[in-house]
């Protein structure tokens, strides 16, 4: 009767064995998938990170170019305005110039009209001396 115990025991510890072991790579199954799943998560977690860093710079780098055409567009208004500004007043001062030399040149024409002035005939003596 001991020896059928023995080999009924046998059995169940040969059975639970081989139960344990199942359940063991059942579960060492799992872990390997989850593991794989958890690195390809990660992988694709890295990816879309690399991505925004990408669009993140391109974005800097397209504020970076706007700004810079900007002050550059900024910096040509004001050299027009500028050269607009000496242009004007190239024209006033001349404008004044001309109202200060028409007195002169009217003058000018007046005398050469007229002959010698008066006092630079006086200073010469009459005609003919």
């Given at each position: 009767?001991?020896?059928?115990?023995?080999?009924?025991?046998?059995?169940?510890?040969?059975?639970?064995?081989?139960?344990?072991?199942?359940?063991?790579?059942?579960?060492?199954?799992?872990?390997?998938?989850?593991?794989?799943?958890?690195?390809?998560?990660?992988?694709?977690?890295?990816?879309?990170?690399?991505?925004?860093?990408?669009?993140?710079?391109?974005?800097?780098?397209?504020?970076?170019?706007?700004?810079?055409?900007?002050?550059?567009?900024?910096?040509?208004?004001?050299?027009?305005?500028?050269?607009?500004v000496e242009h004007s007043l190239r024209e006033?001062?001349?404008?004044?110039?001309?109202?200060?030399?028409?007195?002169?040149?009217?003058?000018?024409?007046?005398?050469?009209?007229?002959?010698?002035?008066?006092?630079?005939?006086?200073?010469?003596?009459?005609?003919?001396?």
């Amino acid at each position: 009767i001991w020896e059928k115990r023995e080999e009924e025991w046998e059995r169940e510890k040969v059975a639970r064995d081989r139960l344990m072991s199942e359940v063991l790579a059942g579960r060492q199954r799992q872990i390997q998938e989850k593991m794989k799943l958890n690195r390809r998560a990660q992988e694709e977690s890295i990816k879309y990170r690399e991505q925004l860093i990408r669009e993140l710079e391109e974005a800097k780098e397209g504020t970076r170019q706007e700004k810079e055409q900007e002050e550059e567009q900024q910096r040509a208004r004001r050299r027009e305005l500028q050269a607009q500004v000496e242009h004007s007043l190239r024209e006033e001062e001349g404008q004044q110039e001309g109202s200060a030399q028409q007195p002169l040149e009217k003058l000018e024409r007046q005398e050469g009209e007229q002959g010698w002035p008066s006092r630079v005939r006086s200073h010469l003596g009459p005609p003919g001396t």
